[in-house]
C-alpha cells in the first residue's frame, strides 16, 4: 500500500486478555518501529526491527509484551495479559532507511487501545 | 541520555497570526532534530528537519524552524496561520551519541481562532 497500515484501528480488552496489534509497513522499508503514546503524552519507543531482527526492544515496558516481525515486513505487537496501564495508542513507523537514527519515519494511524 | 521539552501543550493563534511553538532541547553532542505533525486522525506527518546543514530549516505548508546552539532551541514558526493548521506538533531529537533514538516531546496542540 501506499502508507504505513495498522489494524485494529480501535480495540477495546478486557483485563487481563490478550491483544494483537498488526502493522503493514511501506512495502520495501527495512525499518519498522513500535511507539507507545498515551494520553496527553508525545509517542515513547518500545521497539525497532531492521528486516526480520529485532535490534532494539529496550522500551518494551515488560515481558507481556512482545514484537515480531518474521518475514521482515509485516509486524505484530502482542500485549499478554493487558492491564488498565496499557491503554494507549500504539504507533507503528517505518523507514527506507536501516538504523534508528534516521529520523525520517513514515507513521501509521495507530491502533487505539482501552482496556477495562 | 538527548529530550527535548515542548514549552506550552497548548497554543493558540487567531487566523493569520504568526505561529511560534517552542522546543528546546537537551542534548551532549550536537543533535539531529525534528518536527512531526499530527493532524485530527492521521498519523504523524514530518514537517522538517535539522541535520546540522543549514540553521534555518524549511518544511512543508509555509513552516520553518530555526536551530539555535546558543539557546539549545529549535523553534518551529509560520508567519500567518490558516485554519488548516489546527493540530498536534511534536518535537523531536536524535542524540549522535549514545543511545541514537528518535525522542519526542510531549506535545502542542494548536488551535486556530476564525
Known amino acids: 500500500g501506499a502508507g504505513v497500515s495498522q489494524s485494529p484501528r480501535y480495540k477495546v480488552a478486557k483485563r487481563g486478555q490478550d491483544v494483537a496489534l498488526r502493522c503493514d509497513p511501506i512495502s520495501g522499508h527495512v525499518s519498522l518501529f513500535w511507539y507507545q503514546q498515551a494520553l496527553g503524552q508525545g509517542p515513547e519507543f518500545l521497539t525497532y526491527?531492521?528486516?526480520?531482527?529485532?535490534?532494539?526492544k529496550s522500551g518494551l515496558p515488560s515481558d507481556r509484551f512482545f514484537a515480531e516481525r518474521p518475514e521482515g515486513s509485516v509486524s505484530t505487537l502482542k500485549i499478554q495479559r493487558t492491564q488498565q496501564e496499557d491503554s494507549a495508542v500504539y504507533l507503528c513507523?517505518?523507514?527506507?532507511?536501516?538504523?534508528?537514527?534516521?529520523?525520517?519515519?513514515?507513521f501509521g494511524e495507530g491502533s487505539r487501545l482501552t482496556v477495562l | 541520555a538527548q529530550s527535548v521539552t515542548q514549552l506550552g501543550s497548548h497554543v493558540s493563534v487567531s487566523e493569520g497570526a504568526l505561529v511560534l511553538l517552542r522546543c528546546n532541547y537537551s542534548s551532549s553532542v550536537p543533535p539531529y532534530l525534528f518536527w512531526y505533525v499530527q493532524y485530527p486522525n492521521q498519523g504523524l506527518q514530518l514537517l522538517l528537519k535539522?541535520?546540522?546543514?543549514?540553521?534555518l530549516v524549511k518544511g512543508i505548508n509555509g513552516f520553518e524552524a530555526e536551530f539555535k546552539k546558543s539557546e539549545t532551541s529549535f523553534h518551529l514558526t509560520k508567519p500567518s496561520a490558516h485554519m488548516s493548521d489546527a493540530a498536534e506538533y511534536f518535537c523531536a531529537v536524535i542524540s549522535l551519541q549514545g543511545a541514537q533514538k528518535l525522542v519526542f516531546g510531549q506535545g502542542t496542540r494548536l488551535t486556530i481562532n476564525p
Open positions: 513507523a517505518s523507514s527506507s532507511r536501516p538504523g534508528q537514527n534516521t529520523g525520517e519515519l513514515f
Open positions: 535539522y541535520t546540522s546543514a543549514a540553521t
Open positions: 526491527f531492521q528486516n526480520e531482527a529485532q535490534l532494539d
